[in-house]
């Protein structure tokens, strides 16, 4: 029951917002519900409730082990979606608040989905609930980014339909009953017929893939996030991503179950490594800080896929991994926000000195670099640090290599433009404008709160955590 | 029922044709709208035994892919004023060449598919395969946004005809799910055409170059 609460509370926030009359106080809709999802979230994290084994929507290892994160994303975002919008003024925002508050209802129905045809339903949803909010702005170039992600993003979610229902039939041409929960198709295992499992997996492969941004299927990827407010770039970083990452290690149990495991490790790794260096080099060119954001997930996305290419251990540290991803490219979203908003724009050609404009920003954002370029004592160098043992561990040193180079050239890249934007004298147009900027508590605590966790789970992971990773690996790596 | 079924499915692969071969905006709507409507009925042929969802789920499908969003794509074209000369990347001759090839491909290949012997006499699987290449061709090889909505419809309706391969086996719920996905995704596509032609005054993707690196 509490699982459907988590689907529900967000919805009818979603409802509520479609009928609230003022604009002024209708935002205050999403801290309020991403509150109550957010307590509701903690407390099955630590109370794990059990999961009936035919059910389809449950909240199962898998999504104790990252919808968490997701939560408390939203959570800051929608306390930071207070100020933005009260900013926004001009501009109605009742489209608004209510798909953010859908998008959150469906990204829960998609973590706790366990049966395809469910599952596939809440990613589509999730990816058109948020078509509304990438043209918020309602510019000329944010359409043209929303038709780009329709486009790309709905061929590639056809495309998943289509991979799912090769499984389906994988199952029934091996004798199955048609029953498509993923614990009944793995429990088919070797009778599935092998042929069609393949094809469902290259087929969803693509097209969760292009829901994550994994290249070459993320063309979308900065155009949509560099035109989408920041709370939106967030969310979808860190959010849908994670969605179709979930997917993605659902099927993929399926698939080791029919034992084509070697097939999957392969492709994983040769879309993660190449993902990683597709965007490393593209951060070396950049000149536009958010599309720079848009670089950095794919890069993220890479090391997910590779973490979940090397068996259980590395699928623990990708799991880690998405926690320390979310959370820190949500500081970063949020603090370039803020720094697009005094500068007036986004490229390094018109954007220099920040860090005298918008000192505190600017601290968070160069922070944030360091954070996600994995300095540690911040997450993503524990989690990387361990997907790099982790392949050497299991005679993968050419991988770890190529692992380690890219991510040497997209800390090039991202200290390149970071520091370029930052240091330097500012503009004299960015300057008055900054003037009426003003860096109050409302856009700096969340930013900061997001920081500190991505600090939190470097130095002190809560305990529950490591857990719940461990569960979500027995459950994803049967020990036959 | 085979042959029913067959037939309409291979009409279905001649308006794939026809939808390639157009060189008018308004007739790949329409070849895109009979298909979907076509397509529609199948699940009423498959069904041993007439049950109220199936009838729903038809008539539901028909009515939208038929009408409702071909209206809206006809709108879009009214307001737009556009040039109803479609403009092709990839010429009418070599898209019919690659459609007919594809299809000729599609039925001889499918044979080599390992299918259920039920599904090895019906032209399921080929249509589905031959519509998708089709959807495809016209998403690449056009330029306006509107032959481009047309090319995801017909990729849509290939991958339906793949999904009635498992119209027995799972629940209807699911079926339901996703058509309804489907419908809302191809009407949000629709208001996005509308909103481009407001913002560009056009509906040329070609214009949509701001964006790139």
């Not at chain 1, 849908?240 to 492709?267: H, K, M, N, P």
């Not at chain 1, 009426?436 to 966790?453: D, H, K, N």
């Not at chain 2, 395969?129 to 998403?139: E, F, K, N, P």
Request: aromatic share 8%.
């Amino acid at each position: 029951m509490k699982e459907l609460l988590l689907i529900i509370v967000p919805l009818a926030g979603a409802a509520l917002a479609g009928i609230w009359p003022g604009d002024r106080t209708r935002p205050w809709l999403l801290p309020a519900t991403g509150l109550v999802h957010a307590v509701l979230v903690c407390w099955m994290l630590v109370n794990p409730p059990a999961v009936a084994p035919g059910a389809w929507l449950a909240f199962d290892p898998l999504a104790r082990a990252v919808l968490p994160a997701v939560s408390l994303l939203f959570l800051v975002c929608a306390a930071y979606g207070v100020s933005y919008l009260r900013v926004r003024a001009e501009r109605p925002n009742r489209v608004f608040v209510a798909s953010l508050l859908a998008v959150l209802g469906l990204l829960s129905a998609g973590h706790q989905a366990r049966h395809l045809g469910v599952l596939w339903i809440a990613t589509e949803a999730v990816t058109l609930a948020a078509v509304p909010l990438l043209h918020f702005n309602g510019t000329a170039r944010a359409f043209e980014a929303t038709w780009k992600y329709l486009l790309v993003g709905g061929t590639g979610i056809a495309l998943s339909l289509l991979g799912s229902f090769c499984l389906g039939y994988a199952s029934l041409h091996g004798g199955g009953g048609g029953d498509l929960t993923f614990a009944a198709l793995a429990a088919q295992g070797p009778g599935l017929s092998r042929p069609w499992v393949l094809a469902a997996w290259v087929l969803l492969l693509t097209g969760y893939g292009t829901k994550m941004g994994l290249a070459p299927m993320h063309t979308w990827k900065p155009d949509a996030y560099g035109e989408a407010p920041s709370i939106v770039g967030a969310m979808l970083a860190g959010g849908v991503t994670t969605v179709a990452f979930t997917a993605v290690l659902r099927v993929r149990q399926v698939v080791d179950a029919a034992g084509e495991s070697a097939v999957a490790t392969r492709t994983l790794l040769a879309l993660g490594l190449g993902s990683m260096l597709l965007a490393a080099l593209f951060l070396l060119r950049t000149r536009d800080f958010k599309r720079l954001l848009a670089y950095s997930s794919i890069e993220h996305m890479g090391i997910l896929s590779v973490g979940a290419a090397l068996g259980g251990a590395g699928t623990w540290a990708a799991l880690f991994h998405v926690w320390n991803n979310s959370l820190t490219k949500g500081a970063l979203f949020l603090s370039a926000g803020n720094i697009q908003r005094a500068a007036g724009a986004r490229t390094e050609d018109e954007v220099a000195g920040m860090a005298m404009i918008t000192p505190v920003s600017a601290g968070i954002f160069v922070a944030g670099l360091l954070a996600v370029t994995a300095l540690p004592p911040f997450g993503p160098f524990f989690s990387e640090l361990r997907i790099v043992r982790v392949a050497f561990a299991s005679g993968h040193g050419a991988v770890a290599a190529g692992f380690l180079g890219c991510l040497l050239l997209a800390f090039f890249g991202l200290t390149r433009l970071v520091f370029a934007i930052v240091d330097g004298r500012p503009r004299a147009a960015a300057k008055a404008a900054g003037g009426r900027f003003g860096e109050t508590a409302s856009v700096i605590v969340p930013p900061l709160v997001l920081l500190g966790f991505s600090l939190w789970l470097g130095v002190a992971t809560p305990s529950v955590l490591p857990e719940a990773w461990d569960a979500a690996v027995r459950a994803l790596f049967p020990v036959p | 029922m085979s042959g029913a079924l067959n037939l309409l499915i291979g009409l279905a692969l001649g308006l794939n044709l026809v939808a390639l071969a157009s060189s008018r905006l308004p007739s790949v709507i329409t070849a895109a709208a009979v298909q979907g409507m076509v397509l529609g009925v199948l699940p009423l042929l498959l069904e041993h035994e007439f049950h109220w969802l199936v009838g729903l789920v038809a008539v539901g499908t028909v009515a939208v892919k038929g009408f409702v969003i071909p209206g809206l794509l006809r709108r879009a074209l009214r307001a737009a004023r556009i040039d109803r000369e479609v403009e092709p990347f990839i010429g009418f001759i070599p898209s019919l060449l690659l459609g007919a090839g594809g299809t000729i491909a599609a039925v001889a290949g499918s044979r080599a598919l390992p299918l259920l012997p039920e599904h090895a006499g019906t032209l399921l699987v080929p249509g589905a395969l031959a519509s998708i290449l089709t959807g495809l061709v016209l998403l690449i090889g056009r330029m306006q946004a509107i032959a481009q909505v047309c090319g995801y419809l017909i990729l849509e309706n290939g991958i339906y005809l793949f999904g009635l391969l498992l119209i027995h086996s799972t629940p209807l719920l699911v079926e339901s799910g996703i058509l309804l996905d489907l419908v809302v995704g191809v009407f949000v596509i629709g208001i996005i055409v509308d909103r481009i032609q407001r913002a560009f005054d056009s509906l040329d993707t070609r214009k949509l170059t701001v964006l790139r690196e």
